[in-house]
């Protein structure tokens, strides 16, 4: 099945700082991507997401880019802050999906 | 509000005493899935649902049983609940398979401790 490796974590940043996690999948076919949040004590949420190659998905001043030539979808933001700390999750669609273990980001002010 | 639910959301039994979690979405979703997140091992599927009387199981299946019988719920059963089941879980929803790309919906966790 599809699957992707992302870094694992954590990820401790100081507030304004640029953010890069990166992303990279392996799949039969073009999946959509997606990047899903979860933020401390909640379920997972979706961020952003791209469904064909060289599409960029954005929200809440994230960005990632449908890579198909280096099969990556990495996730970025140029400048975080405290309330971006959470666990994100990186994923391509498939009939049975695989999370992972995530990446933990902390922003300190 | 468009939601995915679950109950309950904290739970504390013993080892062998038979519980179900519901899960319930009022999305008229056909693709339901179960989830548990354990530390250090991530978000690992259980079961997932394509429609109605439609079952498959994830990575993770041992010990658990689901059923579908309306579009709508989606409960997990364990029938012998044992230590190693203590785990957050999660239920979530898609319009339709998410093969086809379309997002998952979550509930918001049920924490469960199995002594």
């Known amino acids: 099945g599809n699957s992707v490796t992302q870094m694992e974590g954590p990820v401790t940043l100081s507030e304004e700082a640029f953010l890069t996690i990166n992303c990279t999948y392996t799949a039969t076919g073009y999946p959509s991507l997606f990047w899903y949040v979860q933020y401390p004590g909640e379920g997972l949420q979706l961020l952003l997401k791209?469904?064909?190659?060289?599409d960029k998905g954005s929200n809440k001043g994230f960005e990632a880019t449908y890579r198909k030539e280096t099969t990556s979808f990495h996730l970025e933001k140029g400048s975080v802050q405290v309330s971006d700390s959470a666990v994100y999750f990186c994923a391509p669609s498939g009939y049975a999906l695989n999370f992972g273990k995530g990446t933990s980001l902390l922003v300190t002010p | 509000e468009a939601q995915v639910t679950q109950n309950p959301r904290y739970l504390i039994t013993v080892t062998g005493k038979k519980l179900t979690v519901t899960c319930s979405q009022n999305?008229?979703?056909?693709?339901m899935s179960w989830y548990r997140q354990d530390p250090g091992l991530g978000l690992r599927q259980i079961y997932y649902?394509?429609?109605?009387?439609?079952?498959d199981k994830g990575d993770v299946p041992e010990g658990y049983k689901v059923s579908r019988k309306e579009k709508r719920n989606f409960p997990l059963i364990l029938e012998s609940p044992s230590p190693n089941q203590t785990s957050l879980y999660f239920c979530a929803s898609s319009k339709t398979s998410a093969w086809g790309g379309d997002t998952q919906y979550f509930g918001p966790g049920t924490r469960l401790t199995v002594l």
């Open positions: 649902s394509m429609n109605v009387e439609v079952t």
């Open positions: 999305m008229n979703h056909e693709y």
């Open positions: 791209a469904t064909k190659a060289d």
